[in-house]
Nanobody
Framework: QVQLVESGGGLVQAGGSLRLSCAAS????????MGWFRQAPGKERVFLAT????????YYADSVKGRFTISRDNAKNTVYLQMSSLKPEDTAVYYC???????????????WGQGTQVTVSS
């Protein structure tokens, strides 16, 4: 089992930045791919970014490419999502997830955090 806990969400003005963290415990973190997703009210959960086990490979959704950066620190069992140039449409609950492969589909991830709210005001 893997437990994931997100933190770092909050209220920020448009154009601002936030860094989300996701701390993992349980099974060996460094063997897992990690992903970030978000879900706005009334909408489906959508893929944002993923990183492979070593951190050597990343992939982003077009909507966040160039604005968000995913990274990981295997020594700290933590994955990060640095978000900049935030827009009101980035408002959502943000989730981290862990799985075997760094892919875009939510169902490929076996473990999920509880989510952290990000609200971007205009």
């Amino acid at each position: 089992q893997v437990q994931l806990v997100e933190s770092g969400g909050g209220l920020v003005q448009a154009g601002g930045s936030l860094r989300l963290s996701c701390a993992a415990s349980g099974r060996t973190f460094s063997s897992l791919a990690m992903g970030w997703f978000r879900q706005a009210p009334g909408k489906e959960r959508v893929f944002l970014a993923t990183i492979n086990w070593s951190g050597g490979s990343t992939y982003y959704a077009d909507s966040v490419k160039g604005r968000f950066t995913i990274s990981r620190d295997n020594a700290k069992n933590t994955v990060y999502l640095q978000m900049s140039s935030l827009k009101p449409e980035d408002t959502a609950v943000y989730y981290c997830a862990a799985g075997r492969l760094a892919v875009v589909v939510p169902r490929a991830y076996d473990y999920w955090g509880q989510g952290t709210q990000v609200t971007v005001s205009s």
